[in-house]
């Protein structure tokens, strides 16, 4: 028996394991359905693949290449393991080998991931001979190999933000590639939502411009991970239809799933067993036993505490902590160490590994056996794409999902059926958020001028005409020509707002050594001043942020607590665009100006997580101008008619517990982070004078979640109501509404009155 | 799915509360005169819309031809050189950046005449390239100031952007020559530096290069030509000083004279690299100046020829006080590989190996592991 059989049948003898567990999914050994080798495909690819031992596809990767080969924009989900690249792999080079000219595009989200991909492409083309020259082109790419890499290459392998900066406002210098560009590959398409997905939308315009300029019309073959909707997402990044591939012709290896419900310290307020020391007592077993086994943590915070606390029970002077090494793993990171980790990990010099999803995509970590998730990473797809990490070469393997105190962990837990039954979760754009947009418009414009009456994913006249306003495009002989001295791309970034990162350097006695950075809006939340910041299990004490440098300053600290901000917001609605009634409640789009305030902050203690004590942040009020869905309960609707029949006293409380429900289980249906969307409960809204609920993006702009709630709403309440209902706190805990600590303002149950409001309401859904 | 408003709906909101998307641009903002008065510009022509054209004369120090040499590889007309230069509406050359002025001198008749081609708004473009492209002969060879990675590659691109065919013709770019000879005396290899401290050319009045973007996009709002009138001529001079420094050039690399502050040194490399005498002489003359890097170089070729008595006539003496390691590498390899006299080159690497100079790190190990190789034959013969 291995050793991992053996760890899993004493899991199942451990009465006190068992019972927190609130799913074993027994997932059994799947044999593949697989198609012969397409007819006409190339021999030398066929000898290729026969080498490798590839004698017959999987289903789902014949019809990809049907499908690209008929000229067809196609998006193919891909869960783990399930040859995704020969999917998109194969008709490009079928292609390539036919007509010598061809090009095609790759691009990956990250440029760890390209690395990978390239050395998967070279199985095939560098072992079998085939004469097609694979260029990785990115920021690493020497100045020497760019210029034949333009000239030559004819598989580009790149990512959006070379793309961005470096590939299209040159595009006179890809002559040659882009009058012949036949294919473009996007993989992991799903991470192509919120702002990166927006700048995606925007930068696939931009593309097919200067596709179409030089005379070319490239099919995509798009890959995602396993959503509620692959085919609305991609169509949407790519303002096409696609056809949809969604079934899986790949085998797959026996596999245990268990969903693990910590065991409830105080059942009075629902508290449970943290994750951090769950986790870490589960994977030392695992560890001790010989398990190679990986954990992945929700933040970068968390990866240090469970990697600090697991090499503490691991230290023995005297067996070099039993001959196990344990490292963290995360963003933040500089290249050179992440590198060294991920190869200690392949040569087998590393057994466990803590991470954030970091090492989710892609990334060659070699064959571990399992894998715990410390809380839910914040989407189904993310956790099955973890699991997955574990026992990816036919082996039995194994995946302990840990729960947290979390709204979401918890209704995913009570709910196994959402995480074992198809996807509920959806990722949206937005591809007109005006910021964004203006910003493409600009690189597009700075690429071939704009003349009258050309679009970009629609009419942009008035947009154009704005620029030129304020000097950066000139109109003349019908066209809009680029007319500042600047090189706009320069100053855009694709994945975060405007903003630059934030810069932490660690000045200890002196020092100045630039140990990690942050993006601005997390900068705020988390590295104010007199903030604790943990890098690497070390633990730094904030001496000055200072955002308009982009600087962050810190020392050694040995504190016994960690800090967490508390954010204050302000709503004032701009401008209504549209109405409707839905599910007994009036819908309105509009949009809205929020005004954030963090101005105080929470001391934790470590190991016990209890308050110790608050603190005052200084740092400007932050604004911004976004959109909203409002969830108005106007006269004589469902929901108003529930409302009115909550006791005044307990309205107040009603509808924040309301809010935070919404806040708690939208994440799950728009798959995006709790910091995406903002909800905002009202019981007499100063602009409606009525009672209502707003849900915002958390981005200037909007990037289409108020929007995608419209569409998830039913799902989103029905799971609030689940979430409030199946929760086995008495009144409310941080698991579901959040806990009673208005207990002063009001004599009655809020808990069962959100609950009873609620059903009242949602009569209409049934 | 709810619709949101009109883009300009939502942009005109945006804008009333004061929250319309920045413009990062680095011009001012002004009111584009999108019909600005008739463009006066005294001695140009307009020959097509918004492409003017003017030609001058300036007085030709070109000799009728220039002879094979290092510079040029075989004899080379002067009346088929173009010298060129571009101004542009930016830094990079991205799709973006447009040669507003293009000028370009050659020699006609007895006189050097440069012609430049303004464009006074986008739209004239293609215009002034054909008009360009009938001017370049075919079998012409360009000469330029950093133009192989620069102003031609902006060319071309915008031929190609334009859709008109382009044959790239060949360049010898002075940026390069500059370099090797001046790279170690000036303390910048501008154009403007070598003017000055070696062509010793005063200039006028003139604008800085990182100012010239500006003018133009502020021509095409006020249609003010003020400052145009300065980039015009600096233009001119930059052209006009391209073909006197060729000239000067020319004279170092076929006589190697005195003056002209150049590098001998790096001359010396070149031309010997190339085969010419000329190398020889001046490493020589280097050398016996004082030049320790010249008798290394000197050496070294002295060893690839194997001469071996001249080599070791600069070994001894760049050794003269026992301690130059690259002098005492050199003898000791040649006494052990070539004469055989192990004796001879243990003493060298031993001495040096005990001197208070020794070398420390990874030269040092090099020198041990000789040494004890060496011991390790003394004891076999």
Same mark, same amino acid.
């Given at each position: 028996?291995?050793?991992?059989?053996?760890?899993?049948?004493?899991?199942?003898?451990?009465?006190?394991?068992?019972?927190?567990?609130?799913?074993?999914?027994?997932?059994?050994?799947?044999?593949?359905?697989?198609?012969?080798?397409?007819?006409?495909?190339?021999?030398?690819?066929?000898?290729?693949?026969?080498?490798?031992?590839?004698?017959?596809?999987?289903?789902?990767?014949?019809?990809?290449?049907?499908?690209?080969?008929?000229?067809?924009?196609?998006?193919?989900?891909?869960?783990?393991?399930?040859?995704?690249?020969?999917?998109?792999?194969?008709?490009?080079?079928?292609?390539?080998?036919?007509?010598?000219?061809?090009?095609?595009?790759?691009?990956?989200?990250?440029?760890?991931?390209?690395?990978?991909?390239?050395?998967?492409?070279?199985?095939?083309?560098?072992?079998?001979?085939?004469?097609?020259?694979?260029?990785?082109?990115?920021?690493?790419?020497?100045?020497?190999?760019?210029?034949?890499?333009?000239?030559?290459?004819?598989?580009?392998?790149?990512?959006?933000?070379?793309?961005?900066?470096?590939?299209?406002?040159?595009?006179?210098?890809?002559?040659?590639?882009?009058?012949?560009?036949?294919?473009?590959?996007?993989?992991?398409?799903?991470?192509?939502?919120?702002?990166?997905?927006?700048?995606?939308?925007?930068?696939?315009?931009?593309?097919?411009?200067?596709?179409?300029?030089?005379?070319?019309?490239?099919?995509?073959?798009?890959?995602?991970?396993?959503?509620?909707?692959?085919?609305?997402?991609?169509?949407?990044?790519?303002?096409?239809?696609?056809?949809?591939?969604?079934?899986?012709?790949?085998?797959?290896?026996?596999?245990?799933?268990?969903?693990?419900?910590?065991?409830?310290?105080?059942?009075?307020?629902?508290?449970?067993?943290?994750?951090?020391?769950?986790?870490?007592?589960?994977?030392?077993?695992?560890?001790?036993?010989?398990?190679?086994?990986?954990?992945?943590?929700?933040?970068?915070?968390?990866?240090?505490?469970?990697?600090?606390?697991?090499?503490?029970?691991?230290?023995?002077?005297?067996?070099?902590?039993?001959?196990?090494?344990?490292?963290?793993?995360?963003?933040?990171?500089?290249?050179?160490?992440?590198?060294?980790?991920?190869?200690?990990?392949?040569?087998?010099?590393?057994?466990?590994?803590?991470?954030?999803?970091?090492?989710?995509?892609?990334?060659?970590?070699?064959?571990?056996?399992?894998?715990?998730?410390?809380?839910?990473?914040?989407?189904?797809?993310?956790?099955?794409?973890?699991?997955?990490?574990?026992?990816?070469?036919?082996?039995?393997?194994?995946?302990?999902?840990?729960?947290?105190?979390?709204?979401?962990?918890?209704?995913?837990?009570?709910?196994?059926?959402?995480?074992?039954?198809?996807?509920?979760?959806?990722?949206?754009?937005?591809?007109?958020?005006?910021?964004?947009?203006?910003?493409?418009?600009?690189?597009?414009?700075?690429?071939?001028?704009?003349?009258?009456?050309?679009?970009?994913?629609?009419?942009?006249?008035?947009?154009?005409?704005?620029?030129?306003?304020?000097?950066?495009?000139?109109?003349?002989?019908?066209?809009?020509?680029?007319?500042?001295?600047?090189?706009?791309?320069?100053?855009?970034?694709?994945?975060?707002?405007?903003?630059?990162?934030?810069?932490?350097?660690?000045?200890?006695?002196?020092?100045?050594?630039?140990?990690?950075?942050?993006?601005?809006?997390?900068?705020?939340?988390?590295?104010?001043?007199?903030?604790?910041?943990?890098?690497?299990?070390?633990?730094?004490?904030?001496?000055?942020?200072?955002?308009?440098?982009?600087?962050?300053?810190?020392?050694?600290?040995?504190?016994?607590?960690?800090?967490?901000?508390?954010?204050?917001?302000?709503?004032?609605?701009?401008?209504?665009?549209?109405?409707?009634?839905?599910?007994?409640?009036?819908?309105?789009?509009?949009?809205?100006?929020?005004?954030?305030?963090?101005?105080?902050?929470?001391?934790?203690?470590?190991?016990?997580?209890?308050?110790?004590?608050?603190?005052?942040?200084?740092?400007?009020?932050?604004?911004?101008?976004?959109?909203?869905?409002?969830?108005?309960?106007?006269?004589?609707?469902?929901?108003?008619?529930?409302?009115?029949?909550?006791?005044?006293?307990?309205?107040?409380?009603?509808?924040?517990?309301?809010?935070?429900?919404?806040?708690?289980?939208?994440?799950?249906?728009?798959?995006?982070?709790?910091?995406?969307?903002?909800?905002?409960?009202?019981?007499?809204?100063?602009?409606?004078?009525?009672?209502?609920?707003?849900?915002?993006?958390?981005?200037?702009?909007?990037?289409?979640?108020?929007?995608?709630?419209?569409?998830?709403?039913?799902?989103?309440?029905?799971?609030?109501?689940?979430?409030?209902?199946?929760?086995?706190?008495?009144?409310?805990?941080?698991?579901?509404?959040?806990?009673?600590?208005?207990?002063?303002?009001?004599?009655?149950?809020?808990?069962?009155?959100?609950?009873?409001?609620?059903?009242?309401?949602?009569?209409?859904?049934? | 799915?709810?619709?949101?408003?009109?883009?300009?709906?939502?942009?005109?909101?945006?804008?009333?509360?004061?929250?319309?998307?920045?413009?990062?641009?680095?011009?001012?903002?002004?009111?584009?005169?999108?019909?600005?008065?008739?463009?006066?510009?005294?001695?140009?022509?307009?020959? =097509?819309? #918004?492409?003017?054209?003017?030609?001058?004369?300036? %007085? /030709?120090?070109?000799?009728?031809?220039? &002879? !094979?040499? *290092? @510079?040029?590889?075989?004899?080379?007309?002067?009346?088929?050189?173009?010298?060129?230069?571009?101004?542009?509406?930016?830094?990079?050359?991205?799709?973006?950046?447009?040669?507003?002025?293009?000028?370009?001198?050659?020699?006609?008749?007895?006189?050097?005449?440069?012609?430049?081609?303004?464009?006074?708004?986008?739209?004239?473009?293609?215009?002034?390239?054909?008009?360009?492209?009938?001017?370049?002969?075919?079998?012409?060879?360009?000469?330029?100031?950093?133009?192989?990675?620069?102003?031609?590659?902006?060319?071309?691109?915008?031929?190609?952007?334009?859709?008109?065919?382009?044959?790239?013709?060949?360049?010898?770019?002075?940026? =390069?020559? #500059?370099?090797?000879?001046?790279?170690?005396?000036? %303390? /910048?290899?501008?154009?403007?530096?070598? &003017? !000055?401290? *070696? @062509?010793?050319?005063?200039?006028?009045?003139?604008?800085?290069?990182?100012?010239?973007?500006?003018?133009?996009?502020?021509?095409?709002?006020?249609?003010?030509?003020?400052?145009?009138?300065?980039?015009?001529?600096?233009?001119?001079?930059?052209?006009?000083?391209?073909?006197?420094?060729?000239?000067?050039?020319?004279?170092?690399?076929?006589?190697?004279?005195?003056?002209?502050?150049?590098?001998?040194?790096?001359?010396?490399?070149?031309?010997?690299?190339?085969?010419?005498?000329?190398?020889?002489?001046?490493?020589?003359?280097?050398?016996?100046?004082?030049?320790?890097?010249?008798?290394?170089?000197?050496?070294?070729?002295?060893?690839?020829?194997?001469?071996?008595?001249?080599?070791?006539?600069?070994?001894?003496?760049?050794?003269?006080?026992?301690?130059?390691?690259?002098?005492?590498?050199?003898?000791?390899?040649?006494?052990?590989?070539?004469?055989?006299?192990?004796?001879?080159?243990?003493?060298?690497?031993?001495?040096?190996?005990?001197?208070?100079?020794?070398?420390?790190?990874?030269?040092?190990?090099?020198?041990?592991?000789?040494?004890?190789?060496?011991?390790?034959?003394?004891?076999?013969?």
């Amino acid at each position: 028996m291995d050793k991992i059989t053996a760890i899993i049948n004493s899991f199942k003898g451990d009465k006190n394991f068992i019972s927190s567990v609130t799913r074993w999914e027994h997932i059994p050994q799947r044999d593949g359905s697989y198609a012969e080798l397409p007819d006409d495909l190339n021999i030398t690819i066929r000898d290729s693949l026969s080498n490798q031992g590839i004698k017959k596809l999987y289903t789902h990767q014949k019809i990809c290449y049907e499908t690209a080969r008929s000229g067809k924009d196609l998006v193919v989900v891909t869960p783990t393991a399930s040859g995704k690249t020969l999917c998109y792999n194969l008709p490009v080079l079928q292609t390539l080998m036919e007509s010598e000219d061809s090009r095609a595009l790759y691009l990956f989200p990250t440029k760890a991931l390209s690395q990978d991909q390239q050395s998967s492409l070279n199985e095939i083309v560098v072992d079998g001979n085939l004469p097609i020259k694979v260029c990785t082109y990115d920021g690493d790419t020497p100045g020497s190999l760019r210029i034949s890499a333009r000239k030559s290459g004819k598989i580009i392998i790149s990512n959006p933000d070379m793309l961005h900066s470096g590939i299209l406002p040159n595009h006179p210098k890809w002559i040659e590639f882009f009058k012949s560009l036949k294919y473009i590959v996007l993989d992991e398409v799903h991470t192509y939502r919120g702002v990166f997905g927006s700048h995606m939308t925007n930068l696939v315009r931009r593309i097919k411009r200067i596709a179409q300029f030089y005379g070319s019309d490239p099919i995509f073959i798009c890959c995602s991970a396993t959503i509620g909707n692959p085919r609305e997402l991609a169509e949407q990044i790519l303002g096409k239809e696609v056809v949809l591939i969604d079934e899986n012709g790949a085998p797959s290896g026996e596999k245990h799933i268990i969903l693990y419900n910590p065991p409830l310290v105080d059942p009075v307020q629902g508290i449970r067993r943290g994750i951090v020391l769950e986790s870490q007592r589960l994977a030392l077993k695992l560890l001790k036993q010989g398990v190679k086994t990986i954990i992945f943590a929700r933040s970068r915070v968390k990866t240090e505490l469970i990697s600090s606390y697991l090499n503490k029970s691991l230290a023995n002077h005297y067996n070099q902590n039993y001959r196990i090494k344990v490292e963290p793993y995360r963003g933040g990171y500089l290249p050179r160490e992440r590198r060294m980790i991920e190869k200690g990990l392949r040569d087998g010099s590393i057994s466990g590994v803590v991470s954030t999803n970091a090492l989710e995509l892609g990334i060659d970590i070699g064959g571990l056996d399992a894998s715990i998730l410390a809380g839910y990473p914040g989407s189904i797809s993310s956790a099955w794409q973890q699991a997955g990490r574990a026992g990816r070469s036919n082996r039995v393997s194994l995946a302990i999902i840990i729960a947290s105190n979390s709204p979401v962990d918890q209704y995913l837990t009570q709910n196994p059926d959402y995480f074992f039954g198809s996807s509920p979760e959806s990722g949206f754009v937005d591809p007109d958020n005006l910021y964004i947009l203006i910003d493409h418009i600009k690189c597009a414009a700075f690429e071939l001028p704009f003349r009258k009456g050309d679009t970009f994913g629609g009419d942009i006249s008035e947009l154009l005409e704005y620029l030129e306003e304020n000097g950066v495009l000139r109109y003349t002989g019908e066209s809009w020509y680029w007319a500042d001295r600047s090189y706009p791309s320069e100053t855009i970034s694709l994945r975060s707002g405007a903003e630059e990162n934030v810069v932490i350097i660690d000045s200890t006695r002196g020092k100045s050594e630039v140990i990690g950075e942050m993006d601005s809006h997390s900068a705020r939340e988390l590295i104010f001043e007199e903030a604790i910041y943990i890098h690497k299990g070390d633990q730094y004490k904030v001496l000055t942020l200072d955002l308009k440098n982009h600087l962050c300053y810190v020392e050694e600290s040995t504190v016994n607590y960690y800090t967490d901000s508390i954010l204050k917001t302000d709503i004032k609605v701009l401008e209504v665009d549209e109405e409707e009634n839905q599910f007994g409640v009036k819908l309105i789009s509009s949009d809205i100006l929020v005004r954030n305030e963090v101005s105080k902050y929470k001391k934790i203690k470590f190991q016990t997580h209890e308050n110790i004590g608050y603190g005052d942040i200084f740092l400007p009020e932050y604004e911004m101008h976004t959109r909203s869905t409002i969830l108005s309960f106007d006269e004589d609707t469902a929901s108003r008619i529930a409302f009115d029949r909550v006791p005044e006293e307990l309205q107040a409380p009603v509808m924040a517990r309301f809010a935070t429900l919404v806040k708690n289980t939208a994440p799950i249906f728009l798959l995006c982070g709790r910091g995406d969307i903002g909800v905002a409960g009202r019981v007499r809204d100063p602009h409606f004078e009525i009672p209502g609920l707003y849900i915002y993006d958390n981005y200037p702009g909007g990037i289409g979640l108020a929007e995608g709630f419209h569409i998830q709403m039913k799902k989103i309440l029905e799971a609030s109501l689940s979430l409030i209902q199946k929760c086995n706190c008495r009144e409310g805990c941080p698991s579901c509404v959040g806990p009673c600590d208005d207990r002063d303002e009001f004599t009655g149950n809020p808990k069962e009155a959100t609950t009873l409001f609620l059903q009242e309401w949602l009569q209409v859904l049934i | 799915m709810s619709k949101r408003g009109s883009l300009s709906g939502r942009l005109s909101r945006l804008k009333k509360d004061g929250f319309a998307p920045p413009i990062k641009g680095e011009m001012q903002k002004n009111k584009t005169v999108h019909n600005h008065p008739a463009v006066l510009l005294p001695g140009w022509e307009e020959i =097509y819309p #918004s492409v003017w054209r003017r030609a001058v004369l300036k %007085e /030709n120090i070109l000799p009728f031809e220039f &002879e !094979e040499s *290092v @510079l040029f590889q075989q004899i080379r007309e002067s009346k088929n050189l173009i010298f060129y230069d571009t101004e542009t509406t930016g830094l990079s050359t991205g799709a973006g950046t447009i040669p507003f002025l293009i000028g370009f001198g050659r020699v006609r008749e007895s006189s050097f005449e440069i012609v430049q081609y303004f464009l006074a708004d986008y739209p004239g473009e293609a215009q002034m390239l054909e008009a360009l492209k009938r001017d370049f002969a075919v079998d012409s060879t360009f000469v330029s100031y950093n133009g192989k990675s620069y102003d031609s590659h902006l060319i071309n691109s915008r031929f190609l952007l334009n859709r008109i065919t382009y044959a790239q013709r060949e360049e010898l770019d002075l940026l =390069y020559v #500059s370099r090797r000879l001046w790279k170690t005396r000036l %303390e /910048n290899c501008r154009l403007g530096t070598i &003017e !000055e401290q *070696v @062509l010793g050319i005063k200039r006028g009045p003139d604008i800085p290069g990182a100012e010239i973007p500006d003018v133009w996009f502020d021509f095409l709002k006020t249609g003010n030509t003020d400052k145009l009138k300065l980039v015009f001529s600096h233009n001119l001079q930059d052209i006009y000083s391209l073909s006197l420094l060729l000239n000067t050039v020319d004279i170092i690399y076929r006589d190697c004279p005195d003056g002209f502050k150049y590098d001998k040194y790096s001359l010396g490399k070149l031309l010997l690299f190339h085969g010419r005498e000329g190398g020889l002489i001046l490493l020589k003359n280097e050398y016996e100046c004082g030049s320790r890097e010249a008798g290394q170089f000197l050496s070294l070729h002295y060893k690839r020829g194997e001469e071996w008595d001249l080599a070791l006539s600069i070994w001894k003496r760049l050794n003269k006080n026992g301690y130059n390691l690259f002098a005492v590498e050199e003898m000791a390899k040649y006494y052990e590989h070539k004469s055989t006299d192990y004796k001879k080159a243990l003493s060298l690497v031993d001495k040096m190996l005990k001197s208070p100079l020794a070398p420390a790190g990874e030269k040092r190990e090099r020198l041990i592991y000789r040494r004890e190789r060496l011991k390790r034959k003394l004891q076999i013969s």
